[in-house]
């Protein structure tokens, strides 16, 4: 869960360190550890992210955290580990990003978690 400064310096650095793929963390901000192709899946994912930060402005990242939480609380809440993974695969704001991608609604990529 990222909801201080250390949870931001601790997600800067697993990008860095290659433990995280690719972060939006604003409309004109992608940061990645992996080489990201124009062509890919995955860039088209993070243009979706670039989407939905143009379109929330100031609220994009406490947006996706608050519903980071709500997710992996009810999944908690039916007896399924709140993972990273398993948040991940769900959260909405992931899987708009893949709808407007034209990916696979519970695409994940394959270098995030
Ligand atoms: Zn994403």
Excluded: C
């Excluded at 402005?57 to 007896?79: H, N």
């Excluded at 959260?91 to 995030?112: I, K, Q, Y």
């Amino acid at each position: 869960m990222i909801n201080n400064a250390a949870d931001w310096k601790r997600l800067l650095s697993e990008v860095i360190a290659g433990e995280r793929g690719t972060v939006t963390l604003h409309a004109l901000l992608i940061i990645s550890a992996t080489t990201v192709r124009p062509d890919s899946p995955l860039l088209r994912h993070e243009q979706g992210h670039v989407e939905q930060a143009n379109e929330l402005g100031a609220a994009y990242l406490p947006t996706y955290i608050r519903q980071r939480g709500e997710v992996s609380g009810a999944l908690q809440a039916i007896g399924i580990p709140g993972t990273d993974r398993n948040v991940y695969k769900l959260h909405p704001m992931e899987v708009d990003a893949n709808r407007r991608a034209s990916l696979s609604l519970l695409w994940h990529g394959n270098a995030t978690p």
